[in-house]
């Protein structure tokens, strides 16, 4: 049976100019009508295009598939749905821990628009931070990440876990980016110098609104601590804040920050 080129790709929900390109790699090799010249397809092409289009779904190039065939096709092809499986399994793990970072960030979200002012004590599991800039309330110095940890952080890979997280100390904020030592294990990052890990600790937990840009003084932070202690917990290692958003509400733009004062468990 012969078909012309709209024929074959109604047949194949395909383009003209699709199946132009096929023919330039080699996937198929129409023959011409003796009366005018134009491109015949026959049944052996709509195989071999029906083919490829399914090897595509599997991350075959259409340019590798004339050079697959020719040497060992079954032996190539097997490779090439071996690394499909093994390149699905891996993009199916990140999307899981997508997944729970996703459900983990609704969860403070959700916790903190309840909760702003409020305090209550839970564990904090251990995490990595790195350095990203100092501060004095909201006037930020330049950023001080050396690159070689910029350029991880900042990766499509690794920048959906990371937190942003202050640390007050002799009259001016630490910034980090905190990371959860799960997610650090998991993705398999590296630690370097300037890095540090923090062991898992019970917290005292306080959600606190840093206000507009410009509004924000960290003696805010030290007022909280200073309550704390007044109620007789046993501060222990450096309180830390963890940005949860930043964003407006009925015009109110509001940066929602949880102080972590890590305490002793009684």
């Known amino acids: 049976m012969k078909y012309r080129s709209k024929e074959i790709a109604d047949m194949l929900s395909l383009s003209k100019q699709m199946i132009r390109y ?3 790699c080699g996937v198929i090799k129409p023959k011409r009508d ?15 295009l029906s083919e490829a289009k399914a090897l595509s779904r599997f991350n075959v190039n259409v340019k590798d598939i004339y050079e697959l065939k020719a040497v ?44 702003i002012g409020n305090m209550w004590v839970k564990y904090i599991p251990p995490y990595r931070i790195y350095p990203l800039m100092k501060s004095h309330n909201d006037d930020y110095g330049k950023m001080e990440t050396p690159e070689h940890i910029n350029t991880l952080l900042n990766s499509s890979k690794v920048i959906p876990f990371g937190d942003g997280m202050i640390e007050c100390e002799d009259g001016y904020e630490q910034w980090w980016m905190a990371i959860d030592k799960r997610y650090v294990d998991i993705l398999s990052l590296p630690s370097y110098e300037e890095s540090m890990d923090v062991e898992g600790q019970y917290c005292v937990c306080i959600i606190l609104n840093m206000g507009d840009i410009g509004e924000f003084n960290s003696q805010v932070i030290r007022n909280e601590i200073l309550r704390i202690e007044k109620m007789n917990y046993h501060v222990i290692g450096k309180p830390r804040g963890l940005l949860l958003c930043r964003g407006s509400k009925h015009n109110e733009f509001r940066r929602l920050l949880e102080l972590q004062i890590p305490i002793r468990k009684l």
């Open 22 to 24: 096929y023919e330039q």
């Open 34 to 48: 003796e009366d005018n010249n134009y491109r015949v397809y026959d049944t052996m092409d709509y195989f071999a």
């Open 72 to 115: 060992d096709y079954c032996n190539e092809l097997s490779n090439c749905y071996r690394k499909f499986i093994s390149d699905t399994e891996k993009e199916i793990e990140y999307k899981s821990l997508l997944k729970d970072r996703a459900k983990e960030l609704l969860n403070r979200i959700d916790n903190a628009e309840v909760n």
